[in-house]
């Protein structure tokens, strides 16, 4: 089982990053993927999550309005697209795949500042 993401990076405010996490290993499309984040200090936070279709998602306030969590089963990958960036949302992002199984990804760094 693999769980990778990607895209992360340093972004000025007001910019945008698209993350993407690449599943392998399981039954893709049954899992809940969702995306958390860990800054510096604090604990880790869930920011959205999808459900195995793709029907339904749901977002933590902080990020509703500016990120958009999506999926394509075909290719075993949940994304996230984040608009709008703002200083606060610099943390580790982590995907996290849910079903019996819980599996983690190992986290790629956001980074927004001027």
């Known amino acids: 089982v693999q769980l990778v993401e990607s895209g992360g990076g340093l972004v000025q405010p007001g910019g945008s990053l698209r993350l993407s996490c690449a599943a392998s290993g399981f039954a893709f499309s049954t899992y809940v993927m969702s995306w958390y984040r860990q800054a510096p200090g604090k604990e880790r936070e869930l920011v959205a999550f999808?459900?195995?279709?793709?029907?339904?998602?749901n977002y933590a306030d902080s990020v509703k309005g500016r990120f958009t969590i999506s999926r394509d089963n075909a290719k075993n990958t949940v994304y996230l697209q984040m608009n709008s960036l703002k200083p606060e949302d610099t943390a580790v992002y982590y995907c996290?795949?849910?079903?019996?199984?819980?599996?983690w990804g190992q986290g790629t760094q956001v980074t927004v500042s001027s």
């Open positions: 996290k795949a849910a079903y019996f199984t819980v599996y």
């Open positions: 999808i459900n195995g279709v793709g029907t339904s998602t």
